[in-house]
């Protein structure tokens, strides 16, 4: 997990560093999960292949754009973006049209990291219920995908903020004609 592709402190990584570790990763062989991908063999226990990472960016910061997705189109690895959907005219934060770009190159994909960037535990249920970005939330108009998960603050979570969080990324019941782990992603 990734945030910032910088310096300055311990949740950023210079983009030289960031630029090791994926050309590390396409030298070895290491397949980038998507979002989807991920979500998937972590639900079957099905991988696609023996070595795989998934790469996420939290909180949508701007050099996502201007230093981590240059890296990740010379490299051709994927990243997912756990994208804040009310930071989205913050100057350091990814805009609408920014992340649209990045999808639609292939190389990112999105998924929420809340509206306000709050601590879901802490949260009232009826505040907890307009904070994931439900399936009728800026996430998913703007970047034109149901989401395949929410990505809680602090990495813990409590029955309402599961229940909110399932309810978010629900989808109509329809069966899945394949698997995601089909798409073609070349690993040299």
């Not at 990763?25 to 079957?44: F, M, N, P």
């Not at 023996?50 to 201007?66: A, F, G, H, M």
């Not at 049209?97 to 190159?105: G, I, L, Y």
């Amino acid at each position: 997990m990734y945030h910032s592709i910088s310096s300055g402190n311990q949740l950023r990584v210079p983009a030289s560093e960031f630029r090791t570790q994926m050309t590390y990763l396409k030298r070895h062989g290491y397949r980038t999960l998507t979002a989807d991908e991920a979500v998937y063999a972590l639900k079957t226990h099905r991988v696609p292949q023996q070595k795989i990472v998934w790469v996420t960016l939290d909180d949508s910061y701007k050099d996502n754009l201007t230093a981590a997705w240059p890296i990740l189109k010379q490299t051709n690895q994927h990243a997912t973006i756990n994208f804040i959907t009310g930071f989205t005219n913050k100057k350091n934060h990814l805009t609408l049209a920014d992340a649209q770009r990045m999808k639609a190159s292939g190389v990112v994909d999105f998924q929420s990291h809340t509206v306000r960037h709050l601590d879901l535990n802490n949260l009232t249920y009826q505040v907890q219920l307009s904070s994931p970005a439900p399936k009728s939330g800026s996430t998913n108009i703007c970047i034109k995908r149901p989401q395949s998960s929410v990505t809680q603050l602090v990495g813990r979570t409590n029955r309402r903020s599961e229940r909110i969080s399932r309810l978010a990324t629900s989808t109509p019941s329809q069966p899945r004609q394949e698997s995601p782990l089909a798409r073609n992603h070349p690993t040299t």
